[in-house]
């Protein structure tokens, strides 16, 4: 039997976002946020989220998948555009206020004390910027495939780095064997203009650049960064895992990871963990199992469970 | 500079050393004051109220619902089949909007995930297309407790859940009046097969090879063995029941009204062609639909438009009043 049920959240815009929660048998010291990846639903791709929060009520946590505005089930617009466009401006914080109303109302339906955010993609980057403006309220948070690299804007004339560059180009070339990337050339609907711009990233030389603690480059999303840092100076626990062969992961590496954290996989609050030979949702059983694992023994480490015997004592405790 | 308001000032640590391409002259370097690029995407609007929850299907499994429509006694229900697999996740958001257009124009929609799919209890692994038709029966089952039996049922479905639709209202032991189906799988065979060449781009994305080819893959499937479609493992009951089933023959059987809106990837095709297998059946009505592919992920983010909206609540009988995105 499912031990779940629908909620309803309401804004002070009087929009509704829907999503499902999920309680464990007993009280829950500890709650998970789960957000859509990128513009699906709460469900996650290939019901990833369902697998994550179904699991983790049976451990003893509660859960939430949550539909932020426009998206799944839940009340807002979002205008028909280039999935980029939107995705930039989930990049940009278009989901913190949402979120924050989420991570509320999860706490207050599950009793929990603590509240974790998660999300893969774009639900990643959402989860780390909500964090970011809400260190009072999030005490945890779990980034999946986290895409640091901004969409880079055509007018900007900026190219990607090159390995991102190169390992893009690559795709393109697998794909040449794709009947269906064929058929989008020959109607028009390729990304002319972006594979223009790998293209030229992937033959452009490399060139030491100074960086500066204040200023941003068109491949850094100064919004990432400032959360980023704003969580490690909380010291709020932030798990990253990337599958190996992920874009977002060359990406991370090849920009945050190496200026910002000086390739470190560890550090003060935040640890990076990947998935071997893992796509960017993870999308193969044993990529999912070794992702739910990581995830899972994080949980445990950080947010351990509370056996019964202690919440008693620490309500009683609470209530002197 | 001033940060923007709630983000940190602390400065981390960067190495001097790191190289990027020559991308970057610093002149283009933005702040943390930098505005959006690109102009507010989200606006508000209000969907009508849904009962959502769960209900038990005839396995005893607990299956997601959500009902859209406040009439008390409505003599139709649209039973909504969503498409399968992951191109269920990507039409959810035009699915649910399509419900709403139905509600607001006075129709009643009953939309579920089949088990193992969605929110729905259950393991998609050792399921196949009988277990899903059997949901479908189990749909028909709750509304009718809900409704009485006199309501009419009517069966709206996607993509391959066409398929299962078709076969609940040809065989199963509940009347179904009517279909509607948007973007149907004429052929499970080559649907399925498009199913494997998605395991192939994945193989591609983490290997960078192709390790197992899809005769390999199908050996497994018949060895019982799992096979993962864009992120959902299915097994040999999925694979042999897809792989057996055609659209013509079932709507060739079924004794009501058909009505088939083709959408094309690109405006202006040919109905009549791509629907050829379905030529020159009694009951079935042919329709060209606009250039929405909603299941798919392309480039765009698709909430449902308003003349594929417009032009569904017509087929179905219903006023093109509502505009699927809400007041």
């Known amino acids: 039997m499912i031990s779940e049920r629908p909620v309803e959240i309401s804004g002070s815009d009087r929009l509704v976002r829907r999503g499902m929660l999920g309680l464990p048998a007993g009280p829950a010291d500890t709650a998970v946020l789960f957000l859509p990846s990128g513009l699906k639903y709460r469900a996650g791709s290939h019901r990833l989220n369902v697998r994550f929060a179904r699991r983790l009520n049976d451990l003893g946590y509660a859960t939430l998948r949550f539909d932020p505005a426009g998206l799944g089930e839940s009340d807002g617009h979002l205008s028909a555009a280039r999935a980029e466009d939107i995705a930039g401006q989930i990049e940009a914080g278009l989901y913190i206020g949402d979120i924050r109303l989420a991570v509320d109302a999860l706490r207050e339906q599950s009793g929990a004390r603590h509240v974790v955010v998660a999300g893969l993609c774009g639900g990643a980057i959402s ?194 | 500079m001033t940060p923007a308001p709630g983000f940190s000032t602390m400065e981390t640590h960067r190495s001097a050393s790191w190289a990027t391409g020559t991308r970057f002259p610093p002149r283009t370097a933005v702040t943390l004051d930098a505005p959006p690029a690109t102009p507010p995407v989200l606006r508000a609007a209000r969907l009508a109220p849904m009962l959502r929850g769960f209900f038990e299907n005839r396995r005893g499994r607990s299956l997601y619902h ?186 060739a059987d079924f004794r009501g009204e058909t009505d088939v809106i083709h959408l094309a990837r690109t405006a202006g095709r040919d109905v009549s062609a791509a629907l050829a297998d379905l030529h020159g059946l009694p009951r079935v009505h042919l329709h060209a639909g606009p250039p929405v592919t909603f299941w798919d992920q392309s480039g765009r983010y698709w909430e449902l438009t308003a003349d594929l909206s417009a032009q569904v609540l017509q087929v179905a009988g219903r006023q093109a009043g509502g505009q699927g995105e809400g007041a």
């Open chain 1, 127 to 320: 989860a780390v910027l909500a964090a970011g403006a809400a260190t009072d309220a999030v005490q945890g948070v779990i980034s999946m495939g986290l895409p640091v690299v901004p969409f880079l804007p055509v007018e900007s004339g900026a190219v990607p780095q090159a390995r991102v560059a190169r390992r893009r180009v690559g795709n393109y070339v697998r794909k040449l064997i794709s009947t269906e990337a064929w058929g989008r050339v020959l109607r028009g609907e390729s990304d002319f203009r972006g594979i223009g711009r790998n293209l030229r990233g992937a033959f452009a030389q490399n060139r030491a650049v100074v960086p500066s603690p204040q200023s941003f480059l068109p491949d850094e999303n100064p919004r990432f960064i400032g959360s980023f840092r704003t969580l490690e100076a909380a010291r709020i626990p932030h798990l990253m895992i990337f599958g190996s062969s992920d874009n977002r992961w060359i990406e991370f590496e090849s920009t945050f990871l190496a200026r910002e954290l000086s390739g470190s996989m560890t550090g003060g609050s935040y640890a990076i963990e990947l998935v071997p030979q893992g796509s960017h949702e993870f999308h193969f059983e044993s990529s999912k199992v070794q992702a739910g694992e990581l995830l899972e023994h994080w949980m445990n480490t950080r947010f351990p469970l509370m056996a019964p015997m202690t919440r008693t004592q620490e309500a009683s405790h609470d209530a002197q």
């Open chain 2, 66 to 251: 959500a009902l859209h429509g406040d009439r008390a006694d409505p003599a139709e229900v649209w039973i909504f089949c969503s498409a399968l697999l992951e191109e269920a996740t990507f039409a959810l958001r035009p699915t649910v909007q399509l419900a709403e257009a139905f509600a607001r124009d006075g129709g009643t929609v009953f939309r579920f995930d089949y088990e193992g799919q969605g929110e729905s209890e259950g393991d998609a692994r050792r399921l196949g297309l009988a277990d899903w038709t059997d949901d479908v029966v189990s749909a028909i089952e709750w509304v009718r407790r809900r409704y009485g039996s006199e309501v009419r049922i009517n069966l709206l479905a996607q993509r391959a859940g066409a398929l299962v639709a078709a076969e609940a209202a040809l065989r199963g032991p509940l009347p179904v009046h009517r279909l509607l189906l948007l973007a149907p799988v004429l052929d499970g065979a080559k649907h399925f097969d498009e199913c494997l060449r998605a395991h192939l781009t994945t193989q591609l994305a983490c290997f960078n090879k192709v390790n197992e080819p899809r005769a390999v893959l199908k050996e497994q499937l018949q060895r019982g063995q799992f096979v993962s479609v864009l992120g959902h493992d299915v097994g040999q009951a999925l694979a042999s029941s897809l792989s057996g089933a055609r659209l013509r023959p079932l709507l």
